[in-house]
Each structure stands twice: as structure tokens, then as C-alpha cells.
């Protein structure tokens, strides 16, 4: 099946920092991308649409300049956690659709843990 | 918007049990589909639905699309230790469209 590859798995930063997450689909291209953020034991929370060569659509409640979405190529989008804080310690899942409009997937990646101190 | 409720939150039983585990929606979907996620991975496609009444089969895991539209369920036979993990079932209501998901499904197999 289709592959999606994010890296890395698990950063650990500090408060007031950057972290940029990057999610790639390896044998297939992906004009669209989703970001998610998932609790422990809880079900994932869409964030943001990153659609190729244009700009992300961000969830309710989600805000854009503290996480930044730049999906540049068919292959690669990144999310960026601007100064981050403690709050924002979470797993982020990146995913890519993928197979022909009948038969539509949706494939993830292994997911980034990120916890800011 | 679309909700998803998906039951049972979670599950503790015997290896060479079998499982059940359903979705159901509060509109129709087009699309069902069921993800297995184990700890601190990502989500991964167990099975894919794209017709009511639909019934796939993957290994020991067999999925419906209800025949409403607006249910689907996963079951596990014979299961195994590495069965362990949370099961999330997810809609879409037209092509292309967002995905919903339930609010997952933890299985815990005892050997």
C-alpha cells in the first residue's frame, strides 16, 4: 500500500521555540494533506488542509500563525509549532490521500510526539 | 456538522475471542473506513468501504458498509495479543470530502 513517511517521530524542545514536522508520500503523489493532533486515548482532531501550491485551511479554533503549513511540492508538506509552549505537547499525525477518486484512501504517517518543556 | 459514535470505547478480552465493534452516524457517509493504531504509531487502513451493503473481508477482520449508509461494523475473529490496540472507524460524507472519525475502539486481548 501507499506510504507516508513524517519525521521525526519525537522531539523534545524549549518553551519559545520552533519545530518544524515533515510529512512526505513516497510512491505517490499527494495534492492534499491533513494535519492532525491527537491525546492521549482520544480519537484525532483535523487541524488543517494542506492542499498543494496554495494555502492551508485551518479547523475552527485552529490558529495559523502558530502552526504553519507549507506544502511546496506534490511530495512534501511541513507543519511548523511556532513558540511552542507546554500547551501545545501533543502527538501530530500527518496523513495524504491516496488510489483514484472511487477508490480513495487515506494513508498516515507514524506520527511526531512532540513535548515542550 | 457529521458525528460519528463509535462503540465499544473499549474491550478487555480472551485470545481466540472474537470482536465486534461498530460506527454510527448521525447523517451518510460514502465512504467508511477502519484504521488500527498502535501506541505512539500512526493510524494504519485495516479495510475500505465504498458501498452500501458492501462486506469486505481482510484476514480475520471483516467490515460492512450498512445498508442505511449510515453504519458500519468491524469484526475480529479469533483473536490474537497483537490484536492490542485502538481500533477508529471513519466516514466520508462526499468524495473527496473530510474525513470523521470515532472516538476509537481499545481493545486489550489477555493471553
Known amino acids: 500500500g501507499a506510504v507516508v513517511s513524517q519525521h521525526p517521530s519525537r522531539v523534545i524542545c524549549k518553551s519559545g521555540t520552533s519545530v518544524k514536522i515533515e510529512c512526505r508520500s513516497l510512491d505517490f503523489q499527494a495534492t492534499t494533506m491533513f494535519w492532525y493532533r491527537q491525546f492521549p486515548k482520544q480519537s484525532l482532531m483535523l487541524m488543517a488542509t494542506s492542499n498543494e501550491g496554495s494555502k492551508a485551511t485551518y479547523e475552527q479554533g485552529v490558529e495559523k500563525d502558530k502552526f504553519l503549513i507549507n506544502h511546496a511540492s506534490l511530495t512534501l508538506s511541513t507543519l511548523t509549532v511556532t513558540s511552542a509552549h507546554p500547551e501545545d505537547s501533543s502527538f501530530y499525525i500527518c496523513?495524504?490521500?491516496?488510489?483514484?477518486?472511487?477508490?480513495?484512501?487515506?494513508?498516515f504517517g507514524s506520527g511526531t510526539q512532540l513535548s515542550v518543556l | 456538522g457529521q458525528q460519528l459514535n463509535q462503540s465499544p470505547q473499549s474491550m478487555f478480552i480472551q485470545e481466540g475471542e472474537d470482536v465486534s465493534m461498530n460506527c454510527t452516524s448521525s447523517?451518510?457517509?460514502?465512504?467508511w473506513l477502519w484504521y488500527k493504531q498502535d501506541p505512539g504509531e500512526g493510524p494504519v487502513l485495516l479495510i475500505a468501504?465504498?458501498?452500501?451493503?458492501e462486506l469486505t473481508s481482510n484476514g480475520r477482520l471483516t467490515a460492512q458498509f450498512g445498508i442505511t449508509r449510515k453504519d458500519s461494523f468491524l469484526n475480529i475473529s479469533a483473536s490474537i495479543p497483537s490484536d492490542v490496540g485502538i481500533y477508529f472507524c471513519a466516514g466520508r460524507g462526499t468524495s473527496y470530502g473530510k474525513l470523521t472519525f470515532g472516538q476509537g475502539t481499545i481493545l486489550t486481548v489477555h493471553p
Open positions: 496523513s495524504a490521500r491516496g488510489g483514484t477518486r472511487a477508490g480513495e484512501k487515506l494513508f
Open positions: 447523517s451518510i457517509f460514502n465512504t
Open positions: 468501504l465504498y458501498k452500501a451493503g
